[in-house]
């Protein structure tokens, strides 16, 4: 019996069959270690609440609440634990009419460029303004309006010619550098899809988090990008992603924890996860994990078999 049910899921996975779960409960852990510090700022997004996510965050002390960002300022050595209880479900934009007439105004902040800051080095990461994205996005979108639409072109143009790499780097590339490498992790390829949407005016945000296995366990960080539109005065945000090529879905098991405020401290902050301040000669050391120590899901029997036999 239990050789028949292994080869109906992989009769079943050959097919992509197994299916991702409707709904998870999803407990992460973050755990930051410092030594030799002379202080630690850690941050986090303040309101996560969106997008078929609801979210509650334990933590050891009070944050203080800066720009949309959750603050701690820890000095010395010792350590810091951020939990995140998540309640997760499958989420699909079904209505995806809107243009770009229909945007009312103060969407500024999601239209702008953005770099980071990393270990000192500075990166053009997101650049809406530089030519070659501009013309780029231009030759692939046309006069297109429909912010959909718009969407639509970029996400197939860089499914279709921008590998992954499995090589990245200590330091992200700039977009320029993913537009003309034609390659890019996860960041870079939501960063390039952005930059392209922003130069011709599709207010965007970057969104950090992680994707979990079909047992529970942490799988991968991960980034994509959620695109705004309007329909009828309405706010509709659908989600973006060119490395799991999904377009307007986020599924269950896919979770965010920082997405960007729209300035550029917003996003060199969510990219680093922790930042720090040392004297001179001082390099301080900081160990960080992150652990899924719960997950429960609500999803076809299929899945509940392939579950129980891959945990076994």
Not at 6 to 29: H, R
Not at 196 to 216: E, K, N, Q, T
Not at 246 to 274: C, H, P, Q, W
Not at 279 to 308: F, H, M, W
Request: charged share 25%; proline share 3%; glycine share 8%.
């Amino acid at each position: 019996m239990l050789s028949y049910l292994l080869a109906l899921i992989l009769i079943f996975q050959s097919v992509g069959a197994l299916l991702q779960p409707d709904k998870c409960d999803i407990t992460l852990e973050f755990s930051y270690s410092f030594r030799n510090t002379t202080e630690v700022r850690v941050v986090t997004a303040e309101n996560l609440n969106f997008m078929g996510q609801s979210v509650s965050i334990g933590y050891a002390s009070e944050p203080k609440k800066e720009g949309g960002l959750l603050n701690w300022s820890v000095k010395g050595d010792g350590s810091f634990e951020i939990v995140y209880d998540i309640r997760s479900e499958r989420y699909e934009l079904e209505d995806f009419w809107g243009n770009l007439s229909d945007l009312p105004r103060g969407m500024e902040r999601w239209l702008g460029k953005n770099t980071v800051n990393v270990s000192g080095r500075t990166i053009d990461f997101i650049d809406p303004e530089n030519e070659l994205i501009r013309a780029k996005a231009t030759e692939i979108a046309g006069d297109e309006q429909s912010i959909y639409q718009i969407s639509r072109k970029l996400y197939d143009w860089i499914v279709d010619n921008v590998r992954y790499n499995l090589r990245a780097g200590t330091y992200p590339q700039s977009v320029v550098e993913t537009l003309q490498r034609r390659s890019g992790d996860c960041d870079e390829q939501t960063a390039l899809f952005i930059s392209m949407a922003r130069s011709l005016g599709v207010p965007c945000f970057y969104m950090d988090g992680y994707v979990i296995d079909r047992v529970g366990r942490y799988e991968a960080g991960h980034a994509w990008a959620g695109v705004i539109k309007y329909s009828d005065g309405e706010q509709e945000i659908f989600p973006v992603d060119t490395v799991y090529k999904e377009l307007g879905v986020k599924r269950a098991n896919k979770v965010f924890v920082d997405y960007d405020g729209g300035s550029e401290d917003y996003m060199s902050t969510i990219y680093n996860d922790v930042r720090y301040w040392y004297e001179r000669g001082k390099e301080p050391r900081i160990d960080y994990e992150v652990r899924c120590t719960r997950y429960t899901n609500s999803s076809s029997p299929l899945y509940a078999i392939a579950e129980r036999i891959l945990s076994a």
